[in-house]
């Protein structure tokens, strides 16, 4: 933390203006040698994030897992996986991160759980109509001698969402739902059991000083009851059968309750692919959640009539239910938007390796556009996100060696599609070759293999170089934190130029962003704070952004 703080980490309204890390907890830091990275690892790491300038962290899963996505298929929510380490050092790290200025939260995963969660062993013993069964989605299948799936839902992960079980006596048995992968079985949200368990792994974590959790998959636990097909034509808002239908609101109305229950209010943010920002907006009552990602942001391509449009939607949806924006550029599920910018901004939203990676990139150009987004992003009103391996500026591996995938996505898809392992290798943070110190002891693998041209991205590296992405990062993350017009609260557009933004906001300060076809003159009677690339004779250059201290 800086001298230049001049906000209160203790605030029950951090959430608003928070900048939070995004610790993809298996590619931060390999504390034990093996490979993957740990709690261990993330523990002697936490002085760089307090320097970086954040002022959270959440971490994806670390609780007990066959590991079959990665930890997003929960066997014990409320017990840490080996692999990453103990209660007792998740519990160390927690008061280490606080003892720093920096919040914490955990991922929850409620749609689904591991297929080796003993309630799902024990509904597969039960057999048809037993009580273990009514915890998740079995039904019977359709065609004369049930082979075929109960409706036509499909896996987000490719194929159909069914598959079919055997029973204890060996024959051919009822089918289970699964939006994800087999090992993911959905949970029935309508089960008392299933409510009652997810509101005891909320305090089990909150009172272990846990600050909040980022919701996975938040607008999928609710299925219509009659589990019909999902239409071809397409479903009005609210109306799919098993996406963000309207009672998932409830579940969340008896989640801000407990939150709030705390002395110190802790904190939702949902991971909610919605169709528009005013469904959006719905999640972000004052009775539920607290934020949610914008996903419509991190998608939108960099041209600057999209980009406005989409900021004008969000800041107005979350302005009618209170909420503050939250804004994010990638994460754990998307290609990095160094290389999604180093394509040709058609206008078509680029968002996974498999939408870019036949395209030609530029990476030099997906570079200086990303440094630029990250000064818009961090100029907008509300809250955002920065996820691990961004402030180093990496790019997307995408040339992962086909036996090195893990991603469930790629055996699902009949090995079409390439899945989001290229955004998860592990980081690099000092040294010329692999692995870059990201484990200290061992035989220095990694559980995804790290290109062999990464030695000028490490933190290393770049550390003290004023051209640097690191650099650029500690620097606007510092200048954000000593502005008093930055954070949450309101902005105004400015009249700009074809292909250029122009915001200020209040007091004193103004973002100006230029993705025109040429340079364009920086506004008379303005001081520089700080700019993404470098300026000369008072002209801004194409793909660059700039802060302002204003006089007005």
Same mark, same amino acid.
């Given at each position: ?349 680029? /968002?996974?390796?498999?939408? %870019?990676?036949?395209?030609? !990139?530029? &990476?030099?150009? +997906?570079?200086? @556009?990303?440094?630029? $987004? ?99 990062? /500690?620097?606007?993350?510092? %200048?954000?934190?000593?502005? !008093?017009? &930055?954070?949450? +609260?309101?902005? @105004?557009?400015?009249? $700009? ?56």
């Amino acid at each position: 933390m800086t001298t230049t703080d001049i906000r209160d980490v203790t605030a029950p309204d951090w959430w608003r203006h928070a900048v939070i890390y995004q610790v993809y907890l298996r590619s931060f830091a390999d504390g034990n040698g093996d490979g993957v990275g740990d709690i261990a690892g993330l523990r002697s790491r936490l002085p760089y994030l307090a320097v970086l300038g954040v002022d959270a962290v959440w971490i994806n899963p670390w609780y007990r897992s066959p590991m079959a996505d990665a930890g997003y298929d929960v066997a014990d929510p409320r017990d840490i996986d080996p692999v990453f380490g103990t209660l007792a050092e998740a519990d160390a790290m927690i008061a280490e991160a606080h003892a720093l200025g920096l919040r914490v939260l955990l991922d929850i995963v409620p749609n689904h759980s591991s297929d080796r969660r003993p309630w799902f062993q024990a509904a597969l013993a039960a057999g048809p109509g037993s009580p273990e069964r009514e915890r998740y989605w079995f039904r019977p299948g359709r065609g004369a001698n049930g082979e075929l799936p109960p409706n036509n839902w499909r896996s987000e992960f490719g194929g159909p969402a069914w598959t079919r079980v055997t029973d204890p006596d060996g024959t051919p048995g009822e089918w289970y739902l699964h939006l994800f992968a087999p090992q993911q079985p959905d949970l029935n949200w309508n089960h008392p059991e299933v409510r009652a368990d997810f509101e005891a792994t909320l305090r089990f974590w909150f009172d272990r000083g846990v600050d909040g959790f980022r919701i996975d998959v938040a607008p999928g636990m609710i299925k219509h009851d009659n589990l019909p097909d999902v239409l071809a034509a397409g479903h009005g808002p609210g109306e799919h059968p098993h996406w963000d239908r309207d009672a998932v609101h409830q579940i969340y109305r008896g989640w801000r309750k407990i939150a709030d229950s705390y002395f110190t209010p802790r904190v939702f943010v949902a991971e909610a692919w919605v169709d528009t920002p005013d469904r959006l907006a719905l999640y972000l009552r004052p009775d539920e959640l607290h934020t949610a990602f914008n996903f419509h942001y991190l998608v939108t391509p960099w041209r600057a009539e999209e980009l406005r449009a989409t900021i004008t939607e969000t800041v107005d949806a979350h302005a009618s239910v209170g909420a503050p924006p939250s804004w994010v550029l990638s994460n754990h599920d998307v290609a990095r938007h160094v290389s999604r910018y180093a394509r040709h901004q058609s206008g078509k939203p680029l /968002r996974l390796l498999d939408d %870019v990676v036949e395209l030609p !990139a530029d &990476l030099a150009t +997906g570079t200086r @556009r990303a440094r630029a $987004a990250v000064l818009l992003m961090l100029a907008l009103p509300g809250c955002a996100y920065v996820y691990l391996g961004e402030e180093l500026g990496l790019p997307e591996v995408e040339d992962l060696p086909d036996d090195a995938f893990q991603d469930p996505t790629w055996e699902r898809s009949g090995r079409t599609s390439r899945g989001r392992d290229g955004c998860r290798v592990p980081i690099p943070w000092a040294g010329a070759e692999p692995p870059y110190g990201f484990n200290k002891i061992g035989n220095g693998r990694t559980w995804l293999p790290q290109p062999g041209n990464w030695a000028p991205y490490t933190a290393e590296a770049q550390k003290g170089d004023p051209t640097s992405t690191l650099e650029l990062y /500690r620097n606007a993350l510092r %200048v954000r934190r000593a502005t !008093a017009a &930055l954070g949450d +609260g309101d902005m @105004r557009w400015e009249d $700009a130029p074809d292909g250029v933004l122009s915001f200020s906001r209040e007091p004193g300060f103004q973002c100006l962003v230029n993705i025109s076809d040429g340079p364009i003159a920086i506004p008379a009677g303005t001081e520089t704070l700080l700019a993404s690339d470098g300026i000369t004779g008072g002209a801004l250059p194409v793909d660059t952004a700039v802060w302002l201290r204003t006089t007005r």
